[in-house]
Every structure is written in structure tokens, then in C-alpha cells.
């Protein structure tokens, strides 16, 4: 296993497009922050004011660990994990390595190999966001307020990261089954699109149409993933759950409960992508 | 049966059929045949006629709708760990393009789970070693061919399926590949099982042919006989030629090819024309038969319908 892991990360480190959508986050950060000291320090008028509690300044500090669940931060995800799943139908080099491994193991690599790089860039991603916020304050004269502490702030990063995680399996999920199933990266990275924006739409729309069938709306929101993966976030960070305002009353799913239900459509799909993949026939 | 007296491989009544109902289409249909160890085996067809669909198959990639294909005497269906034992180039050596020709055998390599230490001697042994680090998407076809070779003999499998291997390679890549593949079978041992289009390299490397026409295979024996069991024609040296080709006229067609005579008899029919000439009185200095080359007989046999054959 440890050997297909690497040679998925030989592929996947050396094809630019595929590094690409990793390092998107922590150059593009480095470069968005970089322009905000310039501006800064150009014309102190437009400078970020700052916050006026410590509290305040963590919490945009680690702002950047909303993104994976956003809808952005899933395009990429997406557009990364239909290019590690379904490359190799553009390439055509399934019929390399298909005989020489079993294949549960190569999707399994695969799984690994985009977790663990995602997980890389995220991280890297939040420092350089972390970074860069406090440079901007020291270089353009902004108060950073008193009672920072490192252990709060690792913390907060920690309870970002774990928030991210929902979003980040089940978009990873979604993109993986549809690449598999369409043999196509633009397909994939559609399909994955098409769906995780349907899933937040539904989650914000949804109880806006409750009275035109009320029993299978609602069913449908507290059964897909929408609401729960925004209520597991929430709940990690703020401690809060998601107060869903139906008119036939307001939906809170317990912590336990979604973290079950978003862990069922995580397992539904991987397992199907699994299914899938060894019953293909490569030709 | 123990794994030693099995064939390396084995397909048994094997087919292939894609949609469903009206819309089926057969594209093997109940493909039969064994390679030995040590046998480079040819499988001939010209193109749509299974080929690469049976080839698929047997390496695990597609799935036949029925029949069994075995590789040392195990099924592959419930053991595709045998595969280990294979080594293969399919489709002229699709690599990944972004990679060079030495990373995408480490690639190989680690997927295999072995077989790096090796790298090195089989680019040397392609005659890649100068190009080996470069990327592969600027590779010609021959290049990646040789790359492909390369990855099949990465492990050192005890079966090399090589389809279409000599695709790209221009006269001196040509011989070098036939050498190589002789090689294989006869110094290491390897069985080899080969798909090509080019039949003077196939007549000249491989021991055993099948030949695959429309989804089914049609001949299979070993080049020798195929070539002596479709010999059409006996080239008769005797005199007076005009007295020669007078007496078998009437019964076969004659042609004058020199001072000697083409006569369209079969090999079972040359008593008979002995007898013939003997009882004119006609001197007779020499007679064989004509061997069509491996293309003839292709050529013949696709032309049959299958089932003609």
C-alpha cells in the first residue's frame, strides 16, 4: 500500500495542474497579502482598521478555514480530486497499472494521496492567511489588541481544521464517484460543482418551499448533507448548532446526528466509487 | 492440476459482448486456446476482429461475459494476484506524459510493488538511456514503445503480452525488438504472447499462431504447419516443359514461372501429378511445393467467414 501511496504522490507532485490546485492556497494567500501591505503602506487611509479584542483578531486570523466549505474552496477541492481520480482515463494509463495491483488499493492510494495534499495546502494555506493578517497589522501601523495568546490561537486553527474536514470528505465524495462514473475530468469536475452548489442551495431554499410538500422537504433536508455539514462546522467552532427556521418549526439536528448522517454519504460514496471501479471495464 | 503442468495461460471459452439485447454486440465469442512455457505464441486478426478485446481480457482489465481465463493454472477471476507474474505493453505504451521515461518506471515500479533495481539495465536494454530523462509527451511512437517494453520486462514476469510491440519502430527498432523477444523465450525461458499486424515479424519470431477473425478464433497451430497446410502450389522443374505443362493443364492451372512451371495443386494432390508427368514421359528434375508466407495464408482465412475455416 505504502508503495502505491508514493507512486500516486510521484505523479500527483510532478503534474502541474494537479500541485497547482494545492499551492493555489498559500501562494495565492502570500500574494493577496502582499498586495493588502502595499496598499497599506501606500495610503494608511484604507488601511484594515483592526480589532479592537483578542478575541476578534483570532477569529479573523483564522478565517481562511471557512473556505473548504465554501463555495470556492469546493470548486477546488473538486477540480483537484476529479484530476487525481480521473486523469488517468485522459491519459489513458489505467491499463498500466490496473494489472500490477489490486484495484481497492489504487483507489485507495488515490484517496490518500489527495486527502493528505489537500490537507497540505489548507495548512499552509492557514498559516500564510495567519501570517500575512498579523505582517499587514505590524507593517501598517495597525494596534493588534492585548491577550493574544499562541495556545488560543492554535486552538482556533485546530477548531477550523476540524470544521473543514466535513466539507472536505464529502466533496472529495462526491468528485471521486463522478469521476469514476464518467471517466472524464471536465465531467467530474462539473458534476462535483453542480452538485455541492444544488446541496447549499437546497440547505438556504429549502424552508422557503416546506409549504408546497411539506413531509418530503423537510425529510429531504434533515436526510442530505447540506444542513448537517454547516452544522457540523458551526458546532465545532461557535459550540452552536444550526437553527433551520421551517414553518412547521425550527430543525436542529443534535452534533451526533450529523456527524452521522454527512459520515453516511461519505461512506455511500466511497463505497460506491470502490464498487464502481471494480466492476469497470477498462478498455 | 499442479501449477507446473499447467499452460502459463489459458483461455477457455471465452466471449465478450457489450450493450444489451438488440443493441449487443459480440465482440469475442467463445475464444479458446493455451500458451505453454517457453512459447512465443502470435495472435493474429486484422483490425475489430478481438484482438485487443481478448488481450483485455486476459490481463484482467475488462471482464468476459463468459468463459474463464487462466494464468498458471489459476483462475484469474478469483485470483487477479497472478497478474503479478505478467508483464505487458498494451495500446503501444500510454505513459504518463508530464512524467520522464525513468519516472514513469518508478511509477510502474512502485505500483508493482518491486522492480527499480532494474530501471537502469532496461533502458540501457531499450536504448532509452540517454532519453530517460526527459518527459515522455516529447517521446516519438517508437520511443514510447521501447518505453513500454521496458515496463513490461520491469518485473521480470515469467509471461510478457506484448500487443502490436514493433507499432512505430523503423527497421533497426524492428530487429532489435525481434531479437529481443526471441530472447526472451529462448535464453530466460519467458513465454510470450504477441499481437501484431506485421506478419513477416510474427512468422519469423513466434511458434504457435491463432488467428482471429470477427470475434472467433479461426486457425491456430504452429507456423509451420499453417504455412505447410495452406501451400497451394508446386514449382516443377522438368522437360520439354511445353510437354510438361500440356500434360497437367487439363486438370490444374499452369503458369510458366522461368524454366519451371507453377502448378495450383495441393501438397495432398502431388502423387498425382508425378503420376501424370511419369506416365507422358516427361523427364522430371524437381518438384516442391510453393509456402505462401504468413500473410497469404492471413489473407485467405480472414477472407473465409468464420466458421468456413
Known amino acids: 500500500m505504502l508503495d502505491a501511496i508514493s507512486a500516486e504522490a510521484i505523479k500527483f507532485t510532478r503534474h502541474r495542474a494537479t500541485w497547482g490546485l494545492v499551492w493555489i492556497w498559500p501562494i495565492g494567500l502570500a500574494a493577496i497579502g502582499l498586495v493588502a501591505i502595499a496598499v497599506g503602506l501606500l495610503n494608511p487611509a484604507v488601511a484594515d482598521s483592526g480589532q479592537a479584542n483578542a478575541a476578534g483578531w483570532i477569529a479573523d486570523a483564522v478565517a481562511f478555514w471557512r473556505v473548504p466549505g465554501q463555495g470556492l474552496g469546493r470548486c477546488v477541492i473538486g477540480a483537484f480530486v476529479a484530476m487525481v481520480f480521473a486523469g488517468e482515463y485522459g491519459w489513458n494509463t489505467w491499463k498500466l497499472i490496473v494489472p500490477h495491483r489490486a484495484r481497492s488499493t489504487l483507489i485507495a492510494a488515490k484517496y490518500v494521496v489527495a486527502l493528505a495534499l489537500l490537507g497540505c495546502g489548507f495548512v499552509l494555506g492557514a498559516m500564510v492567511f495567519n501570517l500575512a493578517g498579523w505582517a499587514e497589522d505590524v507593517l501598517t501601523g495597525d494596534p493588534i489588541p492585548p491577550g493574544i495568546e499562541l495556545g488560543a490561537l492554535a486552538a482556533a486553527h485546530g477548531r477550523g481544521a476540524l470544521a473543514a474536514i466535513a466539507p472536505l470528505l464529502l466533496t472529495t465524495a462526491y468528485v471521486s464517484f463522478a469521476a469514476i462514473l464518467t471517466r472524464s475530468t471536465v465531467a467530474a469536475l462539473m458534476i462535483g460543482f453542480f452538485v455541492t452548489t444544488g446541496e447549499q442551495l437546497f440547505r438556504l431554499f429549502a424552508p422557503l418551499f416546506e409549504p408546497y410538500a411539506p413531509g418530503l422537504i423537510r425529510a429531504l433536508y434533515q436526510a442530505l448533507p447540506g444542513y448537517h455539514v454547516v452544522n457540523i462546522g458551526g458546532w465545532i467552532t461557535t459550540g452552536e448548532l444550526l437553527q433551520a427556521p421551517f414553518a412547521s418549526g425550527v430543525y436542529s439536528a443534535p452534533f451526533a446526528v450529523s456527524l452521522a448522517i454527512v459520515a453516511f454519504w461519505v461512506v455511500l460514496l466511497v463505497g460506491l466509487t470502490f464498487w464502481r471501479f471494480r466492476r469497470q471495464d477498462i478498455n | ?309
Open chain 2, 1 to 309: 492440476m499442479s501449477e507446473f503442468d499447467a499452460p502459463v495461460l489459458e483461455l477457455a471459452d471465452i466471449s465478450k459482448t457489450y450493450g444489451r439485447r438488440a443493441g449487443a454486440v459480440n465482440a469475442v465469442r467463445g475464444v479458446s486456446l493455451s500458451v505453454g512455457a517457453g512459447e512465443v505464441y502470435g495472435f493474429l486478426g486484422p483490425n475489430g476482429a478481438g484482438k485487443s478485446t481478448t488481450i483485455r481480457m486476459l490481463l484482467g482489465l475488462i471482464a468476459p461475459s463468459a468463459g474463464i481465463v487462466r494464468l498458471f493454472g489459476r483462475d484469474l477471476h478469483t485470483d487477479p494476484s497472478v497478474l503479478r507474474r505478467v508483464g505487458s505493453l498494451v495500446d503501444g505504451g500510454n505513459f504518463y506524459p508530464f512524467l520522464s521515461g525513468r519516472r514513469n518506471l518508478e511509477v510502474l515500479a512502485k505500483t508493482h510493488g518491486g522492480g527499480s533495481g532494474r530501471i537502469d539495465a532496461l533502458l540501457d536494454q531499450v536504448g532509452l538511456v540517454g532519453d530517460a530523462g526527459r518527459k515522455v509527451k516529447g517521446y516519438s511512437t517508437g520511443m514510447r514503445q521501447r518505453l513500454g517494453v521496458a515496463g513490461a520486462l520491469l518485473t521480470d514476469p515469467d509471461i510478457v503480452i506484448l500487443d502490436e510491440p514493433v507499432n512505430g519502430l523503423d527497421a533497426a527498432g524492428i530487429q532489435e525488438m525481434r531479437s529481443l523477444i526471441r530472447s526472451l523465450a529462448a535464453d530466460r525461458g519467458k513465454t510470450v504472447f504477441l499481437s501484431s499486424h506485421l506478419l513477416n515479424e510474427v512468422q519469423q519470431v513466434c511458434d504457435r499462431v491463432a488467428i482471429i477473425h470477427k470475434g472467433e478464433v479461426v486457425r491456430e497451430s504452429t507456423v509451420a504447419d499453417l504455412l505447410r497446410q495452406d501451400a497451394r502450389s508446386l514449382r516443377i522443374e522438368a522437360a520439354p516443359l511445353a510437354a510438361a505443362e500440356a500434360a497437367l493443364a487439363g486438370r490444374w492451372a499452369v503458369e510458366r514461372s522461368g524454366e519451371a512451371l507453377l502448378v495450383a495443386a495441393a501438397r495432398a494432390e502431388t502423387p498425382e501429378v508425378v503420376k501424370r508427368l511419369v506416365g507422358a514421359g516427361i523427364d522430371l528434375f524437381g518438384l516442391a511445393p510453393v509456402h505462401s508466407s504468413l500473410e497469404d495464408v492471413f489473407l485467405a482465412i480472414t477472407a473465409e467467414e468464420p466458421g468456413d475455416a
